[in-house]
Nanobody, 116 residues
Framework: QVQLVESGGGLVQPGGSLRLSCAAS????????MRWYRQAPGKERELVAT????????TYADSVKGRFTISRDNAKNTVYLQMNSLKPEDTAVYYC?????????WGQGTQVTVSS
C-alpha cells in the first residue's frame, strides 16, 4: 500500500533553515507528482510546493517563494523541502502528499516550529 513518511522537522530560530524529507513506498514514485502541504493551528491545510514526476517546473505558494525549494530523488523514492529564511508564520505541521489513482495519500506529518 502507499506509504509516505516525513522527517526532518524541529524547532528552529527565525532566519534558520530546515530540510524535510518524505520517503515514499507502495507505488511507482518516479511516475507521480509530489506535493508538500502545511497546516498551522486553527488554519486550513495549504499547498506549499509541487514537483512533477521528472522534477521540472516546481511551483510554490507565494508565501514561500524564494525561500523554499522542493526537489526529489527518484532513485531513493524521496521528496525534499529545503526551507531557508524561516519565519514564525512558517510554524505548522508539514505533510507530504501524492494523488494515486485519484485518491489522495498523506504522511503523518512533521512539526516545524520557528521561534526564538
Amino acid at each position: 500500500q502507499v506509504q509516505l513518511v516525513e522527517s526532518g522537522g524541529g524547532l528552529v530560530q527565525p532566519g534558520g533553515s530546515l530540510r524535510l524529507s518524505c520517503a515514499a513506498s507502495g507505488f511507482t514514485f518516479s511516475v507521480y507528482a509530489m506535493r508538500w502541504y502545511r497546516q498551522a493551528p486553527g488554519k486550513e491545510r495549504e499547498l506549499v510546493a509541487t514537483i512533477t514526476s521528472t522534477g521540472s517546473s516546481p511551483t510554490y505558494a507565494d508565501s514561500v517563494k524564494g525561500r523554499f525549494t522542493i526537489s526529489r530523488d527518484n532513485a531513493k523514492n524521496t521528496v525534499y523541502l529545503q526551507m531557508n529564511s524561516l519565519k514564525p508564520e512558517d510554524t505548522a505541521v508539514y505533510y507530504c502528499n501524492t494523488k494515486y489513482y485519484a485518491a489522495n495519500y498523506w504522511g503523518q506529518g512533521t512539526q516545524v516550529t520557528v521561534s526564538s
